[in-house]
Structure formats: structure tokens, C-alpha cells
């Protein structure tokens, strides 16, 4: 049955799951190399009306500087990672090995979701 005063009231589900979200881990590129990539990008997207051809190259340069950026930060990630286990008795350092696959677990799923 429909209920019109409930009907008229403030729809209040979008902040209360808002509020109950988490927040999740930082972006994987660092902010300065992100915004610059962002400004690129937006440069092109606003000049393609007057030079297309350009601006498409220009968002293919923003695209290329995005994907080296990721895989230069995860080559980084996976470098630290490794370092942090490879050379562990696993008897006293199951503390550091637990929290290692923790971590790739997290970036792997992470990329998963991308």
C-alpha cells in the first residue's frame, strides 16, 4: 500500500550508506604525477573541437603516462614486497609473512577490481 507520508519524506538510505562506507586504500599513483596526467587529459578533451587528430594523440599521451605510472609504482610495490619476505625464516617471522600476503592479496584485488 502506498504511503503518502512516507512518500514526502527526505530520503535519507543514500547518506545512511554513505556513512556506513569505508574508507578504502589511497590511489596507487602518487597525487602530483596524477593531477598532471588528469590536466593532460582535460587539455585534450577541451581541444578536440578545434584539433581533433591532436587532441586524441594528446589523450593518448595522458593514457600511456597513466599506464607507465601504475606499473612503475607496482614494480615498486612488488620490489618492497619481496624484499619483506624473501629472505625470512618462516618460523620466527610468520608475523611478516602474514602481513605480506595480506598486501598482495590487497593489490591484487585491487587490480582485479579495476
Not at 602518487?30 to 587539455?43: K, N, Q, T, W
Not at 620466527?92 to 590487497?106: I, V
Amino acid at each position: 500500500m502506498y504511503d503518502q507520508t512516507r512518500a514526502q519524506q527526505p530520503d535519507d538510505r543514500s547518506s545512511g550508506s554513505a556513512a556506513r562506507r569505508t574508507q578504502g586504500p589511497g590511489p596507487l599513483i602518487p597525487s602530483d604525477e596524477r593531477d598532471a596526467i588528469v590536466r593532460h587529459l582535460g587539455h585534450a578533451v577541451n581541444h578536440f573541437a578545434d584539433t581533433p587528430r591532436e587532441a586524441l594523440e594528446e589523450a593518448e599521451a595522458a593514457f600511456d603516462a597513466a599506464a607507465d605510472a601504475l606499473v612503475k609504482v607496482l614494480a615498486e610495490r612488488r620490489g618492497a614486497l619481496r624484499k619483506s619476505w624473501k629472505d625470512q625464516d618462516t618460523e620466527t617471522r610468520s608475523t611478516e609473512l602474514r602481513l605480506a600476503l595480506r598486501e598482495y592479496r590487497e593489490i591484487t584485488g585491487r587490480l582485479l577490481r579495476a
